[in-house]
């Protein structure tokens, strides 16, 4: 069985764009300069962002995407996980990188790295999912650090960044084995070894997704979720997206009435629960009948 060429397409320009961010972006960047210049590259590239680009600084973990009024920068001492993700048709690439300028955090940035291509040598050889899980915690142990216990790599379908199946970042037990064509995202989160090691939801809501599309009667809502679901279908997206014609708030207010009315869901962002800093690297892979192909 083959995989769609998309998913290759969207790859290649994940991967193309990772060195891209290494020279272009950094120290005195801000967050919502790093987002805009990244989902531009992508759709410059020939792809379209498969969710909004997330930016972790420090102990923010995932989920984290600067709205239009996000005046933060990058500091020095700053650890920054750059999550993006490409589709081609809807065919999704997911990567992630770390970026610092603090030398203190560069183990940290090292181990993580080393943690991922542990679990990329195990899937090589063994679709056992609690293996690769496995082999991502002894990697960050070895190293003196520590997963985060509750983010998961996952499997992605067309239109669906996190599908069927999790692959977590530490042994767990009676698991779906990965099977041939299925494609899939490994993506360990490491910090300090005398950190919690899981993450806690924030008050900060900045990505959305539709779930269904279903009228509601309201022409105002009706018309948004058309917006959404002919840009998006099901993938995430930002508000920053979408923020065109409507006055101030008005856009996050039809949000939550969406969300109440569970036709749209959110993702707050993810903090480390004892606020210590976290690293991630992340790449899309697939298993062909030659092997583990990483597409990122
Ligand atoms: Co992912």
Same mark, same amino acid.
């Given at each position: 069985m083959q995989i769609p060429e998309q998913y290759f397409k969207a790859g290649k320009v994940a991967r193309e764009l990772r060195g891209w961010i290494r020279q272009n972006? =950094?120290? =005195? &960047?801000g967050l919502l300069e790093v987002a805009e210049k990244v989902e531009a590259e992508i759709v410059r590239r020939g792809g379209q962002p498969a969710f909004p680009t997330g930016i972790g600084v420090n #102990?923010? &973990? /995932?989920h984290y995407a600067p709205q239009k009024d996000d005046g933060v920068k990058i500091r020095e001492s700053d650890v920054v996980k750059i999550d993006y993700g490409v589709h081609v048709d809807g065919y999704v690439a997911d990567t992630s990188l770390t970026i610092t300028s603090n030398p203190s955090y560069q183990p940290l940035l090292e181990a993580t790295e080393r943690a991922l291509q542990a679990a990329i040598g195990v899937a090589k050889r063994d679709r056992r999912i609690g293996e690769i899980g496995r082999a991502i915690q002894a990697s960050a142990k070895a190293d003196g650090f520590k997963p985060i216990s509750n983010l998961s790599g996952h499997t992605v379908e067309q239109y669906v960044v996190h599908a069927g199946k999790s692959i977590p970042n530490l042994y767990s037990p009676g698991l779906p084995m990965l099977n041939k064509g299925d494609v899939f995202a490994i993506e360990p989160f490491l910090t300090l070894g #005398?950190? /919690?090691g899981y993450v806690v939801e924030s008050e900060q809501e900045n990505i959305f997704s539709v779930v269904v599309r279903k009228r509601t009667g309201n022409k105002e809502l009706d018309d948004l979720v058309d917006r959404v679901w002919t840009a998006r279908k099901t993938l995430p997206f930002s508000p920053r997206w979408f923020a065109? =014609?409507?006055?101030?708030g008005r856009l996050m207010a039809l949000l939550k009435e969406l969300e109440k009315r569970r036709l749209v869901h959110s993702y707050p962002a993810l903090v480390e629960a004892s606020g210590k800093p976290v690293a991630q690297f992340e790449h899309t892979m697939t298993i062909e009948d030659g092997g583990l192909v990483v597409l990122t």
């Open positions: 972006l =950094g120290v =005195g &960047t #102990d923010v &973990t /995932a #005398d950190a /919690a065109q =014609g409507y006055k101030e």
